[in-house]
């Protein structure tokens, strides 16, 4: 019993058949928003610790949110921007400030 295995050629052309084209997922921004009530040193710790900035990158966004009314913390997927939405609002609401944080779309 013989098996017919395709031809270089043939096989090149299953191969090709199969590509997709990737789609990048959509970024959203998430941003502070400011409020009269929130302490700065709060806001430069939550950006530490979840946005993993430096302390003058957390310093320089915290007086941005202060001055500006927002700042951006980063850009992200949108999993993991709801993700850090939702880790500063649970933080904030635990620490009993009004500090607020949303995302939108980059």
Known sequence: ????????????DIL???????VHP???????????????DFVVFVLE?????SPDEARAIMLEVHNRGSGVC????YE????????VMDLAQKNQHPLQCTLEKA
């Open 1 to 12: 019993m013989t098996i017919d295995l395709p031809t270089l050629a043939a096989q090149e």
């Open 16 to 22: 090709t058949a199969r590509k997709t084209n990737l």
């Open 26 to 40: 959509s970024m959203y921004r998430v941003i502070l928003l400011n409020d009269d009530y929130t302490p700065m």
């Open 49 to 53: 610790q979840f946005f993993d900035k």
């Open 74 to 77: 980063g850009i992200f997927s």
């Open 80 to 87: 993991i921007a709801e993700t850090k939405v939702g880790q």
